[in-house]
């Protein structure tokens, strides 16, 4: 038996590494000063967030943090990669495996049993060819799985997805970002049975259908078969489906095999427990999905939560009971909202049913009340769950008015403002109420980020975060706290404001903005500062296009658009021709290394397949632009807040794999978009193939080719924090992808804040790429063509800005380097000891040159 | 307005007629037709081989400070945006933003910093700074 050589307390021992064992471990250690946890988990990394699982489909770097179970907490001991073998409740020890084959025996004094279970495999033959989506290792696997078939077979792979409940239809969606064409198949006739009743269920076959899902209803594959030429899905009745990847979804098994002959199963598997969540043997609990609470078993986070709450109460001696299950549930898919909480099929006896259903816009929602039409008992929403996020904490309450009038229908699809009751749970999944919401709001937390960091609220599977925003702003106003958006001291407004502002009142200058939205609104004594200048200065060339460096807009420029040029440390500039998509003949390189010899630049490669020039004087731009317009070259923008480049890989024209002309497509982009201001620089990729040798994932607009057309990815981003962009939509065509795309820049311009690059934009989007993908695929705000219309006339009116500078010499004087000494270039005419160098330093040499 | 407009600056500096003027007016250094400067885009001037920053204000007052950023040392200062906190005119370096008082010289931003200010004065609506 290995000696226990922590401090003392009691020996508690968790087999299992879910979300249930976190939450308990996480309880007991906040609540018990002296204890001794032993967590053993097969897995080869601490507990992590299973239900937040889909999201590494989009983030292969997502780890799933659940919150940070200590590391060095000497309460705890992390059995990672370790097979719990065997308990022995009598001796009260249990035995162990590790990765290395090792066995030990550990004693304990109570034993929590959180074992999860198995994905099932449907029981037909070629079942184990079929892969499962349960952990992080699964979703790697298909990750890999996916991009070898793609890379094998030259063409987009087929999967199916065998059952169409929560769990499968995240599996497809995963399998869908991943690049796969994915077929659902499901034994009943609408998807996601246990949530949805028919209509519910019927509507969100249409949406999947809608949204290029292929569904197989009504029918269980009978074999999988393995073929020469492929895999084939065999069916009883109807045609056999071909298929290169199978992924087995059609419901868990508890993993009960420790209790085998010891405790009491459950009459579907798993370990009975009572409403303590106590086993039928002594000083052993239960919880999570094997626990079988009044004969069943639930798959679902906030009941296991709950089971785990209930026993670390019970283990630092408090009298805690689990309610039952709360079953409510709501499908993270992009682009298909649903949910269903309560009694959903409205089983309750009298119960009555509200409805709106809009078969044709893809809606339907239900409330289920209690039969005085009053209380709340359930509902379903799919198409549309808006309303969900607030009506959920209300569940067996007394509702605050008219049941439909909490439907989309009346409410115009805005979520009801409803004054929740202080124990009314926003958060079900870690337990947050909307009195502890208040009470932090009232103890100083300003803001959403820090709400979640101090109640926990949302950080599990998020779908809470909309109320819980709405009371915590609820509490702020009623606290006469403001959320300041201000820009700065000169105007009250947000940059996505004044963008409005400016847009609908067609001002034109500055001194014209101050005068209207000023703080105050006169220019005399308003003069603006460098948070607001640039911002007008941005707004105005988005809508207006004129020349930036025009008589009244050269003074707002920030300081690299002042010199149409990237200054330097030193106060020197940096020089950077566009070359799109990294495409450049022999003879403009030539130009390229004249250019950078005759003025003794420094010469590099940029990240963005460009070539920068440094060390440029201000006075001596314009003639370098001189002979770099003269030899074709444009300008790159590298200094604004605009497109910088397009990066591509060589595409079809040269790659063995590419599918589509990737060069070509990234010209297109970067001349469509060349020059447009936006809130902050932006990157596009496109990639000839899904081996993505562009990094396209890692561009606020990334196009990645399918042999079908292209794949288009919105909000990545490299910097500081990066993102990875997410799928928006499918399989384009050239026209659709160069339309979509506009909408999706122009919306981004119009609504992001001050320095706010795409992925941070869509983040802090309420809705988020759900809202973008409506925006911008659905016109849900009937915007698109004013969207488009912006690129359009931006197209007309582009003119590159060192062409337009060079031909007018009245804007060449702000180039010169002293007004009065126009023509006074390196020290200044007292010798080197007063007026320092303009170029302070020596040029840096290059490596090898010294 | 023409900002271009050619100037003779050998003209406009030609010394002062008395003994007494010039002992006066010594240094004072006419810098540019106050024409030549654009409201609110600061310009860079030699002053007695100082490099300084001139700033135009809309009420044709102009103010003076180093072109020398403190912060970085480098001769930038010219190039940063002109703006106002609580109605006081201001200069924002363009390297790392701080914000200068344009009258005081004092830095808004980090108390540790301060930049030179020079007088100036606008005489026959010719620009003239001040520099020992």
């Known amino acids: ?850 | 307005m023409t900002l271009t407009a050619p100037f003779d600056l050998a003209a406009s500096t030609a010394p002062a007629a008395t003994a007494a003027t010039a002992a006066a007016d010594a240094a004072w250094q006419p810098v540019c037709p106050l024409d030549v400067l654009e409201p609110l885009w600061a310009e860079a001037a030699l002053v007695h081989g100082e490099q300084v920053a001139l700033v135009r204000l809309p009420s044709d007052e102009v103010l003076a400070v180093s072109h020398r950023d403190p912060q970085s040392e480098a001769y930038v200062m010219a190039r940063g945006i002109v703006g106002s906190r609580n109605g006081i005119p201001t200069l924002a370096s363009p390297l790392h933003k701080q914000v200068y008082e344009l009258s005081t010289g004092r830095c808004l931003t980090d108390p540790d910093l301060r930049i030179r200010t020079f007088p100036v004065r606008v005489r026959d609506r010719v620009v003239e700074v001040l520099a020992a």
């Not at chain 1, 008015?401 to 929740?420: C, I, K, N, R, T």
Request: charged share 25%; glycine share 12%; aromatic share 6%.
């Open chain 1, 1 to 850: 038996m290995s000696a226990d050589e922590r401090p003392g307390g009691q020996r508690i021992a968790v087999v299992g590494g879910g979300p249930a064992a976190h939450r308990l471990v996480e309880a007991l250690l906040a609540r018990r000063e002296e204890v001794r946890i032993s967590l053993f988990t097969e897995e080869p990394w601490a507990p992590y967030d299973r239900v937040a699982l889909s999201r590494r489909f989009t983030d292969p770097q997502d780890a799933l943090p659940l919150g940070l179970l200590p590391a060095e907490d000497a309460r705890l001991e992390l059995h990672t990669g370790c097979r719990v073998t065997g308990i022995d409740p009598a001796a009260r020890t249990l035995t162990a495996v590790d990765g290395a084959g090792d066995g030990s025996t550990h004693a304990w004094d109570e034993l929590v049993l959180a074992t999860g279970s198995d994905a099932a495999r449907p029981d037909i033959p070629g079942a184990q060819d079929m892969v499962v989506y349960r952990t992080i290792d699964d979703v790697d696997r298909l990750r890999d799985h996916v991009a070898e078939l793609t890379a094998t077979l030259g063409r987009t792979p087929r999967a199916a997805v065998i059952g169409g409940g929560l769990l499968g239809l995240e599996a497809a969606g995963g399998l869908r970002v991943l690049g796969a064409d994915v077929t659902v198949v499901h034994s009943r006739p609408w998807v996601m049975n246990a949530q949805l009743d028919e209509f519910g269920g019927r509507t969100l076959n249409r949406l999947l259908d809608g949204q290029g899902y292929a569904l197989r209803l009504g029918e269980r594959p009978t074999a999988l078969e393995q073929r020469p030429e492929g895999r084939l899905l065999r069916f009883g009745s109807g045609a056999d489906l071909e298929v290169d990847l199978v992924v087995a979804a059609t419901g868990i098994t508890p993993r009960d095999e420790l209790g085998a002959g010891i405790l009491e199963p459950g009459p579907r598997g798993g370990f009975a427990i009572d409403d303590s969540c106590a086993t039928s043997v002594p000083h052993v609990w239960a919880i999570g999905e094997v626990a079988s609470h009044r004969g069943e078993c639930m798959g679902l986070v906030a009941p296991a939560n709950t089971m785990a709450e209930v026993v670390a109460d019970r283990l630092c001696g408090g009298t805690g009971t689990f309610p039952g299950f709360d079953t409510a549930a709501k499908l993270k898919l992009s682009g298909l909202d649903v949910a269903s909480f309560g009694d959903g099929f409205a089983r309750s006896p009298g119960a009555l049913e509200v409805v709106y259903a809009d078969p044709t816009g893809g809606v339907y929602q239900k409330l289920v009340v209690s039969e005085d039409a009053r209380t709340l008992l359930g509902g379903i929403f799919v198409g549309d769950a808006s309303p969900y996020p607030s009506l959920r904490p209300l569940l067996g309450r007394e509702l605050p008015g008219e049941a439909g009038a909490f439907l989309s229908a009346a409410g115009g699809g805005s979520p009801v403002d409803l004054d929740l009751p202080d124990d009314a749970q926003i958060c079900s999944c870690r337990d947050v109420s909307a009195g502890a919401l208040r009470r932090a709001v009232c103890e100083g937390c300003p803001d959403l980020g820090a709400l979640k960091a101090c109640t926990g609220v949302g950080t599990q599977c998020g779908s809470c975060l909309p109320a819980a925003q709405k009371v915590m702003e609820q509490q702020m106003a009623e606290l006469g706290m403001e959320v300041s958006t201000a820009l700065c001291e000169h105007f009250a407004l947000s940059r996505s404001e004044m963008f409005e502002a400016v847009r609908s009142t067609r001002l034109t200058t500055f001194s014209q903005i101050i005068s209207r939205f000023g703080t105050p609104a006169d220019p005399r004594v308003n003069l603006g500062c460098d948070l607001c200048k640039p911002v007008v200065a941005s707004v105005l060339a988005t809508l207006h296009g004129e020349y930036i460096l025009g008589a009244d807009r050269g003074g707002l420029q920030d300081t690299n658009d002042r010199a149409l040029a990237n200054m330097q440390k030193d106060g020197t500039y940096s020089v950077v021709p566009r070359i799109p998509a990294g495409e450049i003949t022999p003879a403009k390189l030539a130009v390229i290394a004249e250019v950078a010899q005759e003025y003794g630049l420094y010469t590099k490669i940029t990240g963005a397949q460009r070539i920068d020039l440094f060390g440029a004087r201000l006075e001596q731009l314009p003639a370098i632009w001189a002979r770099l317009v003269a030899a074709g070259f444009e300008s790159g923008q590298a200094y604004g807040k605009a497109l910088r480049n397009v990066k591509s890989c060589v595409g079809s024209t040269w790659c063995r794999f590419g599918v589509q002309d990737s060069v070509a497509m990234a010209i297109t982009l970067e001349e469509r978009f060349r020059g447009l201001r936006s809130p902050h620089k932006m990157k596009f990729g496109v990639s000839g193939c899904a081996r993505e040798c562009a990094e396209a994932r890692g561009k606020d607009v990334g196009v990645i080719a399918t042999p079908e057309g292209w794949n288009l990815y919105v909000g990545g981003n490299g910097g500081a924090t990066p993102a990875h962009a997410q799928l928006l939509a499918k399989d384009l065509d050239d026209e659709t992808l160069l339309r979509y795309i506009d909408r999706y820049v122009v919306y981004y311009i119009r609504t992001a804040e001050r320095l706010q690059r795409t992925a941070r934009w869509m983040e802090e989007l309420p809705g988020g790429i759900d809202h973008v993908h409506d925006v911008v695929v659905k016109d849900s705000l009937g915007i698109a063509a004013d969207l488009e219309q912006v690129v359009a006339e931006h197209q007309l009116t582009y003119r590159d800005e060192w062409a337009a500078t060079l031909e007018d010499p009245e804007r060449l004087r702000r180039f010169r380097g002293f007004v009065n000494a126009p023509e006074v270039e390196g020290p200044g005419p007292d010798g080197p000891d007063r007026g320092r160098p303009v170029v302070a330093g020596p040029r840096i040499p290059l490596r090898g040159e010294l």
